[in-house]
């Protein structure tokens, strides 16, 4: 690649021809301020925080999308360039609302930080009239405040171009603009699939899951309820941000002590129903694939993938895997199985999970999630790996000293396959590990199913099992989805089996995930470190396949029978709605 040379505050500094301003600085070491770019998704420079003095240009200029070329001096960090960029903040400040210690984003707020950075501690001479605006908490998984909203757009940019959704975008003009819905419809009223990916990017407090931590602590200290606790594989590779410790820090040990000191009755992994899927899974596979049943087979384990195809390809919900997601199965199996095993009441059982996923939130309200009977939800509360940092800070848990601790048992156990279910690739990566040994008989040469792993918003191949050609894809992110789909039904392309996780990067990326500030999200792969965090301990667990996990095989011997049963499918598996776009939810 060409390089060039630019001067940048006196230093000269060798970059790739084509760079911003901003990506140059960044070679240099200089930190530019943003709070509406997002690279590749929002690179509309209309924050006008990132501006910088450029010799020649008769103004300041937005480094965010300003291209540098051969002998430019630049200057980031003038009088004129500081001036500029407190002055944006007051302005924003005149039209916000203040109220920062109440605010969920405090302290962690991109735009409190540089009002503090540049020393603006109220509007000055642009303090006026300001907007007032309802809180939208409509949808069962976040809530809008518009009041704290700086027009940013980075979640209408999101929406739209990075899950092809775009139900959220500018209402009115000049003062009177917001973001919304069309016809200001509540968000519950639109084809929204909850997502959250909205949530991880907004830079203020205007954006934020609905927080159940209370119900929560409530349920805890009911002497009457015994409260179990599932956590989801993408928690342990992302709890610890919450805490200060770099990305891509394992905290499995210190997740399942955290989780213990809160006070849960039990402490359970999510890694032993992701096998448990998997078990469900494969057998449905082979049995379509046998039986000429509906193909591709599509996963089921994302609740916002599942909601997308209701909504937008409800003709494919038929394609979709009848199995539950993992959440859901253990929630199934906590209140059959394990109430059975332990003489508990399932009406007295409070089931609790951690997810890195705010549509979880949605899923534990669908219809047909009541395995123990009706009025008796699978699980009864989804939190987020963000509000169980919440709940461990407030309860006083000092987590980077806590020992590490293994889950309790029964369902306790869980094997690698089951771990990489949380990044893109690793449903299909376990369900091909155990489809493979059904199939052949004899484990494969690698267990290490290279072609599915990593990030990219696709991927696909082909794999020869018993004489049989299989081809897969995986896809990530709902506009990669959309691709992908539109390709199978219109004949472009011909697989047995797809993986589609709702997020970019799969459930490590997830939209209840620990925020990270754009200055990192723009410049730090944070999928691929959260993501080797699982690869890791899948390298590391001796038990690396679904049908090898001990526990999985006690279940089905006391309980289920086998894999595919009708008592398995009356707890483990579910059914679909064709929503349409045009539909309520």
């Known amino acids: 690649m060409e390089n060039v040379t630019v001067k940048i505050n006196g230093m000269d500094v060798v970059v790739p021809a084509g760079s911003t301003v901003l990506e140059a600085a960044r070679i240099a070491g200089i930190d530019i301020p943003t709070l509406c770019y997002l690279k590749e998704v929002n690179e509309i ?33 003038t009088k004129k360039v500081r001036d500029s960029r407190k002055r944006n903040l007051q302005l924003l400040l005149a039209s916000h609302d203040r109220q920062c210690l109440s605010c969920v984003a405090s302290a962690r707020c991109e735009f409190q930080t540089l009002c503090q950075e540049y020393g603006v501690e109220d509007a000055g001479v642009y303090d006026g009239a300001r907007n007032e605006y309802e809180l939208d908490t409509s949808a069962a998984h976040m809530v809008r405040d518009n009041n704290k909203c700086i027009l940013c757009r980075r979640c209408v940019a999101v929406c739209d171009k990075v899950q092809g959704i775009g139900v959220i975008g500018s209402n009115g003009r000049g003062f009177a603009t917001s973001i919304g819905q069309a016809f200001e419809m509540d968000l519950a009223d639109t084809s929204c699939v909850s997502c959250g990916q909205c949530i ?65 009755d039990k402490v359970f992994d999510t890694v032993f129903s992701a096998d448990l899927t998997i078990m469900e899974e494969a057998t449905e596979f082979l049995d379509r694939v046998k039986n000429g049943g509906t193909l591709p087979l599509i996963t089921s384990c994302s609740p916002g993938w599942v909601k997308y195809c209701e909504h937008y390809f409800p003709d494919m919900t038929e394609n979709l895997s009848s199995c539950k997601s993992p959440q859901q199965m253990f929630g199934a199996v906590a209140k059959t199985y394990y109430a059975q095993k332990m003489g508990l009441d399932p009406k007295n059982i409070v089931m609790v999970s951690v997810m890195p996923c705010t549509a979880k939130k949605f899923e534990v309200g669908r219809e047909d999630q009541c395995a123990a009977g009706e009025g008796i939800a699978d699980v009864d509360i989804a939190i987020t790996t963000r509000e169980l940092a919440y709940m461990i800070k407030r309860a006083g848990i000092k987590f980077n000293e806590l020992p590490d601790e293994e889950f309790d048992n029964p369902l306790g156990v869980g094997t690698g396959a089951g771990v990489i279910f949380g990044a893109t690739g690793g449903v299909m990566e376990a369900a091909l590990r155990t489809a493979y ?82 200055s990192v999200r723009n410049f730090v792969d944070i999928q691929k470190l959260r993501g080797q965090v699982l690869y890791g301990l899948d390298k590391a667990n001796p038990m690396r396949k679904s049908h090898e996990n001990p526990e999985i095989k006690t279940i089905y011997k006391e309980f289920f029978g086998e894999p595919g049963s009708e008592k398995a499918h009356h707890i483990l598996h579910t059914s679909y709605v064709k929503r349409g776009v045009n539909s309520n939810i």
């Not at 910088?52 to 980031?76: H, Q, R, S, W």
């Not at 991927?459 to 539109?486: D, H, P, Q, R």
């Open 437 to 518: 040994e059904t199939l052949t008989g004899s484990e494969p040469a690698s267990l290490d199913f290279v072609d599915v792993r990593g990030t990219d918003g696709i991927k696909e191949a082909s794999y020869e099992i018993a004489g049989m050609n299989i081809k897969v894809a995986v896809a990530s992110g709902l506009a990669n989805a959309k691709k992908l789909l539109k390709a199978v039904k219109n004949g472009e392309a011909d697989y047995q089996f797809i993986e589609i996780m709702g997020c970019p990067g799969g459930c490590v990326n997830g939209g209840g995930q620990p925020k990270q500030p754009a």
């Open 45 to 77: 420079g209309a924050c006008r925080m990132c501006v910088v003095e450029v010799k020649g240009a008769k103004t300041l200029v937005t480094a965010c999308v300003y291209p540098v070329n051969d002998g430019m001096e630049i200057f980031t960090n």
């Open 200 to 264: 991880a990017v907004c830079p203020t407090g205007a954006l934020y899951e609905k927080d159940y931590t209370e119900q929560v602590f409530e349920a805890i200290e009911d002497p009457e309820k015994t409260v179990l606790v599932q956590a989801a594989p993408a928690v342990r590779a992302a709890l610890g941000e919450e805490f200060g410790l770099p990305i891509g820090t394992d905290t499995q040990g210190k997740l399942a002590a955290s989780l213990r000191r809160l006070g849960f």
